[in-house]
């Protein structure tokens, strides 16, 4: 395969992050003092929120988008298995470290003050940096957050709900440690409050991670903070005690923003006439994550032979199936993987491309000379009584510059399987945890 231009300098990857601005979209509210207030507001009127994802202001091929992706989430999947099969899963790990796709703006403190974080799916806790900040991750678009500044900031007891969520160590405040697997580093902070500001709309007694930085180990190259959207206590979905929250991911090759729907707007255009449901599954060992149940796939007319238990959540958390918008491709289990990869070569009869590049995609083909495009097998995953039939933009990647065809697909490094956000571009996807489903629609993202 021919090699792509090399990755990005840090400065480089700063100057995106700064201009990935994300505006929110809210109704006009006066101030919020309680937040019973704010709860009846917000399910009113609902949020909006527009995301950008990090390359959608280069001049990036979609080839290069990939491989950038790729990168940022070549350890994601080790994490998550690490998580549950950690002996304290609860205090280890729900900080991914630079491999989120989508950022988001938000203000903090009184008078609030603006940062940029990237919303999770797959991790609960909202943390930025904080002075005194000694070993902050860089470079950052915004100076670490000084808690003495602002007068709604206040530190958790050891007795409030949230610390006792977190089950961290706790004597004169609620104290954080995140241990990075992959890195082997080991960062610092406290779980405090403060109020978080979303446009005019203020919403008081929010509990965040106030991190220090880096007390052991290597710096990472981390976005100054994370927006956790998991199903954990400690997570802004959990805290609003919102039911439902949705979104619609562009296409990886446009630059128009994605869109964030919580409130009464997470429904906001949901055609029931084209909607696929599927039953969310929980994880008692790992509550933060989204398990879906995925009972087959079938390529062009082929159903896969893979056994029954191949995706299933076992008892003991491990294994399943995680829809996550920080992670950018979708990566099977092995023996899944095999199956499909194997189908593709059968079914396209093309010349596949060894990959030498450990990050680059697992199967790619060479395309015929002066052919201007290529007949592609369609791509349906079976889910527990709804079947999503991608569109090709899905699953196969092109680069017509040098005729090269790739599946946006790879093998699990562990026996987690992940439905990536490549995977879930041009679908409006509901997340409803008062009923326990999740819910699809193919739609054109770019027109909200």
């Not at 409050?193 to 180990?217: H, L, Q, R, W």
């Not at 041009?426 to 999740?438: C, F």
Request: aromatic content about 8%; some cysteine.
């Amino acid at each position: 395969m021919a090699s792509l231009p090399p990755s990005l300098s840090s400065l480089l990857f700063l100057t995106i992050v700064l201009v990935a601005m994300i505006s929110v979209s809210l109704a006009r509210t006066t101030s919020r003092q309680t937040p019973d207030d704010h709860q009846d507001q917000l399910m009113k009127t609902g949020i909006k929120i527009s995301l950008n994802n990090i390359d959608s202001h280069g001049r990036f091929t979609t080839f290069e988008r990939l491989h950038h992706a790729m990168n940022r989430g070549s350890s994601r999947l080790q994490k998550f298995s690490e998580m549950v099969t950690s002996k304290n899963p609860n205090i280890t790990s729900t900080v991914h470290p630079g491999n989120n796709e989508f950022l988001m703006s938000l203000s903090i403190g009184t008078p609030p003050k603006p940062y940029y974080a990237v919303m999770d799916t797959g991790s609960d806790l909202i943390w930025i940096q904080c002075k005194p900040c000694p070993q902050c991750f860089p470079p950052q678009p915004t100076p670490p957050y000084n808690p003495q500044n602002s007068s709604s900031f206040s530190t958790l007891s050891c007795t409030s709900t949230l610390c006792k969520a977190l089950e961290g160590s706790c004597d004169n405040g609620c104290l954080i440690f995140y241990y990075y697997f992959g890195s082997g580093s080991l960062i610092q902070g406290s779980l405090d409050a403060e109020t978080f500001t979303f446009d005019k709309v203020s919403v008081p007694n929010i509990g965040f991670g106030c991190m220090e930085g880096v007390v052991a180990g290597n710096q990472l190259n981390q976005p100054v903070g994370v927006v956790g959207l998991g199903r954990g206590p400690l997570s802004l979905v959990s805290q609003l005690a919102e039911p439902k929250f949705s979104y619609c991911l562009t296409s990886i090759n446009g630059t128009k923003p994605s869109t964030l729907w919580m409130g009464s707007q997470a429904s906001v255009n949901f055609s029931s006439g084209a909607v696929k449901t599927t039953p969310l599954i929980q994880n008692p060992v790992i509550p933060t994550f989204y398990y879906i149940s995925l009972q087959g796939i079938t390529v062009g007319s082929v159903k896969l032979a893979i056994n029954e238990t191949t995706f299933a959540l076992n008892a003991n958390g491990t294994g399943g199936v995680i829809v996550d918008s920080g992670t950018s491709m979708t990566y099977l289990v092995e023996s899944a993987f095999t199956l499909v990869k194997n189908e593709f070569i059968s079914q396209l009869k093309l010349p596949v491309l060894q990959n030498s590049n450990s990050t680059g995609p697992d199967l790619c083909f060479k395309t015929p000379s002066g052919s201007s495009s290529v007949q592609v097998p369609s791509l349906v995953f079976h889910f527990k009584d709804a079947d999503l039939d991608f569109p090709r933009e899905n699953y196969m990647i092109a680069d017509s510059r040098t005729g090269v065809i790739c599946l946006a697909m790879g093998i699990s490094s562990s026996d987690i399987s992940i439905i990536g956000n490549i995977q879930q571009q041009n679908l409006l996807v509901v997340y409803d945890l008062q009923k326990e489903t999740l819910s699809f629609m193919l739609t054109e993202c770019d027109k909200f």
